[in-house]
């Protein structure tokens, strides 16, 4: 027991002595790592210090002195700011608005000017000459641009699916299908008319209503050839409201190779000049579905010229070439024998066209451009002193000069005098020449 007892005795010295130098080791190692440490330059801190010092408005941090005033301004236009996300915020701003009206009357004004300029040499020239001989030399020589014979071969071919057979379609011009369809008929001219840069349009006749064959070509006319707007030049009485629906459906319409979707109609008010159906022309197997807005102008009577409403012509007239349809896209005129009106109503926009880019119009270039690319265009001399009528009505209302405005009413007044006589001089031929024709049948 005593053995056991000095082992455990040893065992506990030795420990004791163990501990105490494992103590002093740990001890130096960390006084020499607190001198290290005191030696080596102190890294800045990763988060600024926030010690407050109080004394008035200012505080005191890391990075620098605030003021409480500009901290309470800081929160005052947070405040604000959330308030001002918080109200509707309008779609067009005033000074926006402002800024697109100002636009739209400096175009209106420059407009005006270029018309007005023009319409003053135009006035005192027209006082100086006789009107009437110089209407009649001028018609003469569109009236003798006859069609030959060869260069419509085409249409020799297909004229039962033409209105009439005096009306000729020249092969030249005459408008094409899509693709390769090569055996495509109908009786439409594309002309190239003398505006800046060039616009296209179509004259072309109403489709027959008793053939399936000619409506299926008109509309795959409107899809092939990307018409978006078509003047329908009527009376009227010309046809009525079921005649116009077997044209221009009121719903969905299915031909063999195209379908045509009727979307909407805009009738005829006071803002809105003439009646608008707007249809969807869709060729079967085929993605595009483009858009075509039929104009109703129900203001000109077969065979005659318009005696009232010339302010309504005019205004038509002058949206033939305005810039909402495509570059690509062209627009069409059209009426039963798409030849005497709707060369006569083209040669007046086109006159307009000339008046709104600072040009004096010659309406015997004009008149000989459309007769040379459609055949029977301006089909009597009514006609085209009528178109003259249209560009004169324009430009007075486009005047801001009174004595000006004053002139040009005159002259529209003697183009409205002799227009109604030659008008009287047809009707009499014609009714004349029936006659002959009916004794010579029986």
Not at 115 to 120: A, H
């Amino acid at each position: 027991m005593e053995r056991k007892k000095s082992k455990t005795n040893l065992l506990q010295k030795f420990a004791e002595k163990f501990k105490k130098k494992k103590r002093s080791k740990s001890a130096s190692m960390s006084r020499e790592r607190g001198s290290e440490m005191s030696r080596r330059p102190r890294r800045p801190s990763r988060s600024a210090s926030k010690t407050k010092v109080s004394g008035g408005n200012k505080e005191v941090t890391a990075k620098g002195i605030k003021s409480k005033e500009s901290k309470e301004k800081k929160s005052s236009g947070k405040k604000k700011k959330k308030e001002k996300e918080n109200l509707p915020t309008p779609a067009k701003t005033p000074s926006t608005m402002a800024l697109r009206r100002t636009d739209s009357q400096m175009e209106v004004s420059q407009n005006n000017r270029c018309v007005e300029k023009q319409m003053k040499i135009w006035i005192d020239s027209l006082e100086k000459m006789d009107i009437r001989k110089m209407l009649e030399t001028e018609y003469e020589g569109i009236e003798k641009m006859n069609a030959e014979a060869d260069k419509c071969q085409v249409f020799e071919k297909k004229m039962n699916q033409c209105s009439s057979e005096f009306i000729e379609l020249l092969d030249a011009n005459r408008v094409k299908g899509g693709g390769e369809d090569k055996d495509f008929f109908y009786h439409g001219s594309v002309l190239n008319c003398l505006t800046t840069p060039p616009k296209t349009t179509i004259l072309a006749q109403l489709p027959l209503i008793d053939n399936a064959e000619s409506l299926e070509s008109f509309w795959l006319m409107v899809a092939t050839q990307k018409i978006q707007r078509i003047y329908v030049l009527a009376g009227e009485e010309e046809f009525d409201k079921e005649q116009l629906s077997d044209y221009f459906p009121d719903d969905f319409k299915e031909h063999k190779t195209i379908r045509v979707n009727h979307r909407k109609t805009l009738p005829k008010t006071d803002d809105q000049l003439n009646n608008q159906l707007y249809y969807e022309v869709v060729p079967k197997d085929c993605a595009e579905a483009p858009f075509c807005m039929i104009e109703i102008c129900d203001f000109w009577d077969d065979g005659r010229v318009p005696v009232k409403d010339y302010g309504r012509i005019a205004t038509t007239a002058a949206s033939v070439f305005d810039s909402d349809i495509d570059a690509d896209a062209s627009c069409g005129i059209v009426s039963f024998y798409g030849a005497g009106r709707t060369g006569a109503f083209l040669v007046g926009a086109l006159a307009i066209e000339k008046l709104r880019s600072g040009e004096q119009p010659n309406y015997k270039d004009l008149g000989t451009c459309v007769r040379s690319q459609r055949p029977g265009a301006i089909e009597v001399l009514s006609q085209y002193i009528f178109s003259h009528t249209i560009g004169l009505t324009y430009s007075m209302k486009h005047c801001k000069d009174a004595g000006l405005k004053t002139r040009i009413e005159k002259i529209i007044a003697q183009f409205e005098t002799f227009a109604c006589a030659m008008m009287a001089e047809e009707e009499e031929e014609d009714s004349s020449s029936n006659a002959t024709n009916t004794n010579t049948c029986e």
